[in-house]
């Protein structure tokens, strides 16, 4: 078997061995899968053996690489099974990565922060949006000036920083003609 073929197949089998792993970290299995390790303990062994022999780099590069992978996988399981073994640790739905969650509730919570960011991206640029409308047509009615729509866009996200940092993210802007001119105020909802 080529190296290339070895290093594909040695990939499949510790994404599956890892896999196996969290499943009794977090208690869905009883049991370790300790000779499963020692299998691909053997398997890159022999790998680490081919790759040596070989003249071309890249399979000597990529052989490495997994490796060093399968390195870094090995010491957490076995770091974390100590931890089990000593009573350092308990398996469980808290149990990933020796603490913390798991990687499934990791990107549940990432997603829903994304989606809050993106609405609250949303709904200040709709508010931006009216109050440049909203600007333009008092400065028409009462001052005759025209203001492109994307030059008064612009200018009020470049003061939303400041803004944020005087009233946070509850805020409004208020858009009034006085003494002559007509103004943006941002003002606390």
């Known amino acids: 078997m080529q190296i290339g073929e070895f290093v594909s197949t040695l ?3 510790i994404e599956k061995l890892d896999h196996d792993f969290n499943m009794y970290f977090t208690a869905q299995e009883k049991k370790a899968p300790l000779q499963a390790l020692e299998n691909m303990k053997r398997e890159v062994n022999l790998l680490m053996k081919g790759a040596s022999d070989s003249q071309n780099l890249v399979e ?12 870094t996988y090995r010491q ?4 974390c099974v100590r931890d089990i073994e000593e009573g350092r640790a308990k398996p469980g739905t808290k149990f990933f990565g020796c603490f913390g969650s798991s990687d499934l509730s990791d990107l549940k919570s990432a997603a829903n922060s994304v ?13 931006i949006d009216q109050t440049a409308n909203k ?3 008092l400065s028409k009615k009462y001052t005759n000036k025209a203001y492109s729509f994307d030059a008064v866009t612009e200018m009020l996200t470049k003061k939303i920083g ?12 208020d858009v009034y003609y006085e003494d002559g ?9």
């Not at 957490?76 to 770091?79: A, D, V």
């Not at 944020?164 to 805020?171: A, E, I, P, S, T």
């Not at 001119?181 to 909802?189: F, G, N, S």
């Open 76 to 79: 957490k399981w076995e770091r």
């Open 162 to 173: 400041d803004v944020r940092q005087k009233f946070g993210n509850d805020f409004t802007f």
């Open 11 to 13: 990939i499949t089998k």
């Open 115 to 127: 989606e809050r960011r993106d609405a609250e991206a949303f709904a200040m640029s709709a508010m």
């Open 181 to 189: 001119k007509v103004k943006i105020k941002p003002v606390r909802r």
């Open 60 to 71: 000597k590069n990529l052989a490495t690489q997994l490796i060093n992978r399968f390195t």
């Open 135 to 137: 600007f333009i047509e």
